[in-house]
Every structure is written in C-alpha cells, then in structure tokens.
C-alpha cells in the first residue's frame, strides 16, 4: 500500500524545515512560525506541522517553548555535523 497523503506531507514539511537549516535559509537562533503560521503558510494541516516539527526537534535541530514558540538550535556546530552526515548518507 502506498503512503498516505498525511504521511506524504509530514515527510515534505520534515524535509523542507531541515533543508532550510542545512542550507543556512533558517539560521542558528533564529525564529521559526509558530505551529499554526506554518500550518497556513504551507495550507496543510495544523496537526501535520506540529508532528513534523516533533520529529525535527528529536533531531535536535530545532528547540520549543512553553510559549509555543519555536527556534533554531544555536548549535552551529551540530547543525554543520548533521548536515555533513546527511550528506555522506545521500552520497554513499
């Protein structure tokens, strides 16, 4: 059976959220929208963001707080070292 098209979107966000951290489009610090600004930014679901934001934020690339509020981990060095090992993964 194929993927659903929940799934679907959860990888894409996933992928887009983390690629604009590798790339540098998202800076170490810097800010990201809040669930719901995201969720109508994309047109997805709010549920889709918050669980795909989950998943970056077990990667450590992103933090929370209690706020709501989201932001990119200031860890310059980790965020480098997962972009260094994701590509030797794609690359190998």
């Known amino acids: 059976k194929g993927v659903s098209r929940c799934g679907t979107y959860l990888f894409a966000t996933y992928k887009k959220i983390r690629c604009a951290i590798y790339s540098g489009q998202l800076s170490a610090g810097e800010k990201i929208p809040s669930v719901r600004e995201m969720?109508?930014?994309l047109h997805i679901n709010p549920n889709t963001v918050m669980r795909a934001y989950k998943i970056v934020s077990n990667d450590k690339l992103i933090v929370s707080y209690?706020?709501?509020?989201?932001?990119?981990?200031?860890?310059e060095q980790y965020i480098a070292k997962k972009r260094e090992d994701t590509a030797k993964v794609l690359c190998c």
């Open 66 to 75: 209690r706020n709501g509020q989201y932001s990119v981990t200031t860890d």
């Open 39 to 41: 969720a109508k930014i």
